[in-house]
C-alpha cells in the first residue's frame, strides 16, 4: 500500500519520482543560508575554484522507461525488499566503481566526458548530476538498470531504491556537514568522502558511489579522511596520506 497507488502506476513513478526528489532535495539545500560553520569550503573557494556556472547546468537524472501494466503485482515481505535494497546498493556501487574508475584511467573518456563533473572542485547540492550525457548513460541508467535488474526489484521498491541514491548523490555532494546528518552518521561514503575525489589529493581515490566505501577497500583506492575545523569557519576535508 503505498499513497500513489490509485492515481499513477509504479512504473510512472519509477520514472518521473527521482527527477522531482532529486529537485526538491537539492532545491532544499539551494535555499538554505550559506551556513559557513558547517561547509567543507568556503564561498570564495566556491567562486574560484569551480570551473562551470550554476546557470548553466544540465542534468541528467536515472530513469527507466515504463510501461503499463494492469494486473496486480503481489509486492514481497518488507525483509525481502529490504534485502532487494541492499542487494541494489551492492551492484550499483559496483557498477559505479568500474565505470567510473574507468572514466579517469581513459584518457579520451576523462577529457571528453567524465571531466565535466569534476569542474565542480567545491560540489554542491544542485550539480550532483553536473555530468556528460554520456556519463548519465553509462553510470546512472546503466547502473541503475543492472541493479533493478540484478536486485530483482518489483517496480514498486524500485521507486524507493531510485529516490534514496538520487538523495544519497545529493547529499554526498552538498559541501555541508551539517550536526545529526543521518548519512554521515551511517555512511562512510558520505560529503567528506566525496568531495576528496573532487580535490585534486583524492583524484584518483573514492571512485565508489553512492553507498559504500568497499571497492576502495579492496582495490587499495580508499583515501581516509579527517575533518578539520577552519579558524574562519566550517571544515576541511583532509585526505590522511598513507
Ligand atoms: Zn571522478
Ligand atoms: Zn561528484
Not at 568556503?42 to 550554476?54: P, S, W
Not at 536515472?62 to 529490504?82: A, L
Not at 554526498?172 to 585534486?200: C, E, K, M
Request: glycine residues 6%; aromatic residues 16%.
Amino acid at each position: 500500500m503505498v499513497f500513489w497507488e490509485d492515481y499513477v502506476s509504479d512504473e510512472a513513478m519509477g520514472t518521473y519520482a527521482p527527477i522531482v526528489v532529486y529537485w526538491l532535495y537539492a532545491g532544499f539545500y539551494q535555499l538554505l543560508p550559506p551556513l559557513d560553520n558547517y561547509r567543507l569550503h568556503t564561498r570564495k573557494e566556491e567562486e574560484e575554484k569551480n570551473t562551470m556556472a550554476f546557470s548553466g547546468e544540465r542534468c541528467f537524472v536515472v530513469q527507466k522507461s515504463g510501461r503499463k501494466q494492469k494486473r496486480i503485482i503481489v509486492q514481497p515481505s518488507i525483509t525481502v525488499q529490504v534485502l532487494q535494497i541492499i542487494v541494489a546498493m551492492f551492484v550499483m556501487d559496483t557498477w559505479q566503481y568500474f565505470v567510473h574508475r574507468y572514466m579517469h584511467q581513459n584518457k579520451f573518456l576523462y577529457r571528453h566526458v567524465h571531466s565535466q563533473h569534476h569542474k565542480l572542485v567545491v560540489s554542491y547540492a544542485i550539480g550532483a548530476l553536473y555530468n556528460h550525457l554520456v556519463e548519465g548513460l553509462l553510470l546512472d541508467t546503466f547502473g541503475g538498470a543492472m541493479s533493478f535488474l540484478v536486485s530483482r526489484l518489483t517496480a514498486r521498491t524500485a521507486v524507493l531504491f531510485f529516490c534514496f541514491a538520487v538523495i544519497k548523490t545529493v547529499d554526498d555532494h552538498s559541501g555541508l556537514w551539517l550536526p545529526g546528518n543521518v548519512f554521515h552518521i551511517f555512511f562512510q561514503n558520505n560529503t567528506a568522502y566525496h568531495d576528496i575525489h573532487h580535490q585534486l589529493q583524492g583524484f584518483k581515490y573514492n571512485y565508489s558511489q553512492p553507498f559504500f566505501p568497499i571497492w576502495n577497500k579492496f582495490l587499495g583506492t580508499y583515501m581516509p579522511y579527517r575533518l578539520v575545523k577552519q579558524s574562519g569557519g566550517g571544515f576541511e576535508a583532509r585526505a590522511k596520506k598513507n
